[in-house]
């Protein structure tokens, strides 16, 4: 013996309307979340790499060294010759 039958009135259509509007609110917002994660990964990201390719980040400045002479090589070494 189960329940009898009951229909459907307008309440109960209205709270599933209700329930409708809330679940599409709350996946908007869960949306609009999901892309400022996204986009603030990505921009940390991009900022990582740029300034580690580029190599912005160092505070010291680059120093070029000058090449270091072998001990048996002449101060002033004979030139090449030219080509014809």
Known sequence: MGRP???RGKADSLNFL?????VAS???RLEQVTALVVAAGLAIVSYWLFFSWAQGDSQ?????????????????PKPLPRAN
């Open 18 to 22: 209700w329930l409708l509007k809330a």
């Open 26 to 28: 709350m996946l908007k």
């Open 60 to 76: 010291k400045p680059m120093r070029i060294s000058e090449p270091i002479a072998k001990p048996n090589q002449k101060e002033n």
């Open 5 to 7: 039958y009951q229909a």
